[in-house]
């Protein structure tokens, strides 16, 4: 089993910054693409930011500019660096990791973190 654990959620006035963390925990050998997703009241959850592990990243275009996704492999920890906030931007932000290898060789996928809330007020 692995556990994903967020933190760095919070209020904060448009135009602020904050920085998510997420630590993986649990039987890890490897952990290939590691992502961080949202989810606003009322609607889907929608993907932010990917990295994989040789550090290839991938961003919504509503983020591009704002957002950084950065991981250390080292420690399991995947982080969301977010400037400029806007009001838009507020929602749960889960962590999510596509594919992990517990032992060698052998794989687990879609694990996700519990959730941590960013309000952006404006």
């Known amino acids: 089993q692995v556990q994903l654990v967020e933190s760095g959620g919070g209020l904060v006035q448009a135009g602020g910054s904050l920085r998510l963390s997420c630590a993986a925990s649990?039987?890890?050998?490897?952990?290939?693409?590691m992502g961080w997703y949202r989810q606003a009241p009322g609607k889907q959850r929608e993907l932010v930011a990917a990295?994989?592990?040789?550090?290839?990243?991938n961003y919504a275009d509503s983020v591009k500019g704002r957002f950084a996704i950065s991981r250390d492999n080292a420690k399991n920890t995947m982080y969301l660096k977010m400037n400029s906030l806007k009001p838009e931007d507020t929602a749960v932000y889960y962590c999510n990791i596509d594919r992990v290898e517990v032992v060698a060789g052998s794989y687990e996928y879609g694990y996700w973190g519990q959730g941590t809330q960013v309000t952006v007020s404006s």
């Open positions: 990295i994989t592990s040789s550090g290839t990243t």
């Open positions: 649990g039987r890890i050998f490897s952990i290939n693409a």
